[in-house]
């Protein structure tokens, strides 16, 4: 098996984002990841070649004062997860 895999990140630009806690500006940045895998199988004197691909695009905002406030479309594989901010929240009260 063979293959190449690039990862990219970028700035698309700020963004206001309202959490829990308060509304910060937020960098809103975007992560892709490309694979491409070429698969040559040789069995009973024969040979099989395949390629495989794939791409992923997360988009995520990062805010200085608590960390990546979303990750995707799942907030618990964020670095700071829903839970944390809702923690925080209930230590301001």
Not at 6 to 28: D, K, R
Not at 61 to 86: H, K, M, R, Y
Request: aromatic share 6%; with cysteine.
């Amino acid at each position: 098996m063979q293959g190449t895999a690039t990862y990219t990140t970028q700035l698309l630009g700020h963004e206001q984002v309202t959490v829990p806690v308060g509304t910060y500006l937020a960098a809103h940045m975007e992560s892709r990841k490309l694979i491409s895998t070429t698969i040559v199988i040789e069995a009973d004197g024969k040979t099989y070649r395949g390629t495989l691909s794939g791409s992923e695009t997360t988009n995520w905002w990062c805010v200085p004062e608590i960390g990546a406030a979303a990750c995707g479309d799942n907030p618990s594989q964020s670095f700071t997860s829903c839970a944390e901010l809702e923690g925080l929240m209930e230590k301001e009260k």
